[in-house]
């Protein structure tokens, strides 16, 4: 059974960067689509962007030019390069493995903030 773990998150300024890291386990990366997800508080869970076996990536209209997400196949792993980060970019990030019935990270906190 795949499990995701992210890592990366923190406390950064308005247009800083950080790139958040979802490292996988019993599977393949490459071989099933991830996405990323993130949740703000009182917000629903939304999507963010996501990277195809064939390395496709597609990303929501609220991060797209700002985003942007790549894999490491020899690591297993899947990064979300974040710049321009804006305050309303705060949130819990997960990643998703659309592999069986689907795997959930535990998330990892941005917070974006003077």
């Known amino acids: 059974q795949v499990q995701l773990v992210e890592s990366g998150g923190g406390l950064v300024q308005p247009g800083g960067s950080l790139r958040l890291s979802c490292a996988a386990s019993?599977?393949?990366?490459?071989?099933?689509?991830v996405a990323w997800y993130r949740q703000a508080p009182g917000r629903q869970r939304e999507f963010v962007g996501l990277?195809?076996?064939?390395?496709?990536?597609n990303y929501a209209e609220s991060v797209s030019g700002r985003f942007t997400i790549s894999r490491d196949n020899a690591k297993n792993t899947v990064y979300l390069q974040m710049n321009s980060l804006k305050s309303e970019d705060t949130a819990v990030y997960y990643c998703y493995a659309r592999v069986g019935a689907g795997t959930w990270g535990p998330g990892t906190q941005v917070t974006v903030s003077a």
């Open positions: 990277i195809t076996p064939s390395s496709n990536t």
């Open positions: 019993g599977g393949i990366v490459s071989a099933f689509t």
